[in-house]
């Protein structure tokens, strides 16, 4: 797996779980945190990559091997 180092570790794991499909609520649940703060990860995960969609965020997801295609 490459880590670019952009992200924070939690990051990266918001990014593994939403890239796999799961909902806001399902990463929240996983992770023990709220909605909200999964948002926020989200929020600075499309900023930090300059992403523009999920789909953008599954397409990174898989080239940097946090995710199997």
């Known amino acids: 797996r490459q880590d670019t180092g952009i992200l924070t570790n939690r990051e990266n794991e918001v990014v593994q779980l939403l890239a ?10 996983i992770l023990f945190i709220t909605d909200r ?3 926020g990860h ?3 995960i499309m900023r930090k990559l300059d992403l523009g969609s999920i789909a953008d ?11 199997q295609p």
Request: charged share 35%; proline share 0%; hydrophobic share 35%.
């Open 20 to 29: 796999e499909g799961k909902s806001n609520k399902e990463v929240a649940s």
């Open 42 to 44: 989200r929020r600075e």
């Open 37 to 39: 703060t999964v948002e």
């Open 57 to 67: 965020l599954v397409r990174y997801a898989v080239r940097n091997g946090i995710i």
